[in-house]
């Protein structure tokens, strides 16, 4: 068991272009979230998986952002048309059950030019 | 809605203890959770309290009281290596995901 992973973990892209971030959670884990972060915040929270179905997105996320987990496996997070305010750090964390903990991985840095 | 306070900043040395309080409102409660994070790292999980009381691990104890709203982390012998960001997060009865409050920057000096 190697953790959450994420890939990439930067990417520089140019304004209203699309870009699609992947998260490989723990194998065993049922539960996937994606969480956004910005620098000297707390993560936001995106939007949550259980298995393959997406139980709960943010009123946050707006309609050029979409995120699947097709398999109940790994997942995905596409941003169309990104603008600067895009530029964050994009966590995913997954967990087994209802237990008070979740494992992050180590992100993907988007910076929006 | 659901807000969270936590202090912005807290100096202590080395060996000291310190405590960083989380206080929310929220419309509902089911946990509250501590994270712990370096610059440039990922948010680990460090303890858990469902319900009211102390939960310990090692040098961090965890405390909740649901019916002031409050939390803390309590660090002891506070060393080099804890010098972080730590965040308090609480999940409502309505949502299966934590909301995390905006984080306490501990700088522990020598």
Redesign the interface.
């Known amino acids: 068991d190697t953790g959450v992973s994420q890939d990439p973990r930067h990417k520089i892209t140019k304004r209203g272009q699309n870009v699609t971030f992947r998260c490989d959670p723990i194998s065993e884990h049922n539960r996937l979230y994606w969480y956004r972060q910005t620098l000297g915040q707390g993560p936001e929270f995106l939007t949550y998986f259980q298995n393959e179905a997406q139980l709960e997105k943010s009123r946050l996320l707006s309609d050029r952002f979409s995120a699947e987990r097709p398999k109940g496996s790994f997942s995905t997070l596409e941003i169309q048309r990104t603008e600067q305010g895009d530029s964050a750090m994009y966590l995913c964390a997954s967990s087994l059950g209802e237990g008070g903990g979740y494992t992050f991985g180590s992100g993907t840095r988007l910076t929006v030019v | 809605g659901q807000s969270?306070e936590q202090p912005s900043e807290v100096t202590a040395v080395e060996g000291a203890i310190v405590q960083i309080n989380c206080t929310y409102q929220t419309s509902g409660f089911y946990?509250l959770?501590w994270y712990q994070q370096h610059d440039g790292?990922?948010?680990?999980?460090l303890?858990?309290?469902?319900l009211d009381g102390l939960e310990e691990t090692g040098r961090f104890s965890s405390f909740l009281s649901r019916s002031d709203s409050y939390g803390y982390l309590l660090l002891q012998e506070l060393q080099m290596k804890d010098s972080a960001s730590y965040?308090c997060?609480v999940r409502d009865n309505y949502?299966?995901?934590?909301?995390?409050?905006?984080?306490t920057r501990l700088s522990v000096l020598p």
């Not at chain 2, 790292?41 to 999980?45: E, R, Y």
């Not at chain 2, 949502?95 to 984080?103: D, H, T």
């Open positions: 969270l946990g959770s790292g990922a948010p680990t999980f303890s858990y309290n469902g965040f997060a949502g299966q995901n934590f909301v995390f409050g905006p984080g």
